[in-house]
């Protein structure tokens, strides 16, 4: 699987983890230079706290596109360090 914005690659792994529709990826196989942390978090009843990246490529930022879950729930253990996207970032093969 692939994520892209603006045109780039910004992740890309052949072991996402499928939630609620959407893909989330191991930490290590995002390209980091994409991502800057944001001090955005948000609460899921299930899952746990969710931080967030805004991505820059190519001198455009989209903020808040990206978040994963540093610590997890028992329920959601599979997808601790993995991040997921939305806000235009598409997810494809």
Known sequence: MKAIW????IAESDN?????????????????????SSETTSVCPWKGTAKYYTIAVDGKENT??????PEVSELAK????????WK??????
Request: proline residues 2%; negative net charge.
């Open 6 to 9: 603006n045109n780039q690659v």
């Open 16 to 36: 996402t983890v499928v939630i609620e529709g959407n893909h989330y990826f191991p930490h290590d196989s995002i390209k980091s230079e994409y991502y800057n």
């Open 64 to 69: 808040d596109a990206a978040w994963y879950y």
């Open 78 to 85: 599979g997808i601790k360090n993995h991040v997921a996207f």
């Open 88 to 93: 235009g970032v598409t997810v494809t093969q």
